[in-house]
Nanobody, 119 residues
C-alpha cells in the first residue's frame, strides 16, 4: 500500500502562485510515476502533470504548460506542483496520485487539496 497526503492548497488572487506538496509513504519502492490531477465543480477529473519517480521525466496538460512545474524529492518521497500565473479556471480540488511499476493506471490517490483562484 502507498499513502499519499497533499498539502499547500488555499485561496490566491489571479496571477498569484501556490506550491502543492504530496508526501508518499508505505511501499514507495514500487512507484513508477507520480501525478497531479484536478477536479472542478461539475466537471470530470482531469490530468495536470506527471513525473517519473526515477528518471524525473515530466509531462503536462496543455492548459498548464509554461505555468506549472512538477518536481520530486526522492529523499523526502515528496512530489511538488509549483503553480504560477494562476487563473480563476485553475480553481479545483487537486489530487496527487501514484502509479506503480507494471500498472497502467494511477491506483493510489490522496484526499485532495482545494485551490481557489479569485478574479
Amino acid at each position: 500500500q502507498v499513502q499519499l497526503v497533499e498539502s499547500g492548497g488555499g485561496l490566491v488572487q489571479a496571477g498569484g502562485s501556490l506550491r502543492l506538496s504530496c508526501a508518499a509513504s508505505g511501499r514507495t519502492f514500487n512507484i513508477y510515476a507520480m501525478g497531479w490531477f484536478r477536479q472542478a465543480p461539475g466537471k470530470e477529473r482531469e490530468f495536470v502533470a506527471t513525473i517519473t519517480w526515477s528518471g524525473g521525466s515530466t509531462s503536462y496538460a496543455d492548459s498548464v504548460k509554461g505555468r506549472f512545474t512538477i518536481s520530486r524529492d526522492n529523499a523526502k518521497k515528496t512530489v511538488y506542483l509549483q503553480m504560477n500565473s494562476l487563473k480563476p479556471e485553475d480553481t479545483a480540488v487537486y489530487y496527487c496520485a501514484a502509479r506503480r511499476v507494471s500498472v497502467q493506471s494511477y491506483d493510489y490517490w490522496g484526499q485532495g487539496t482545494q485551490v481557489t483562484v479569485s478574479s
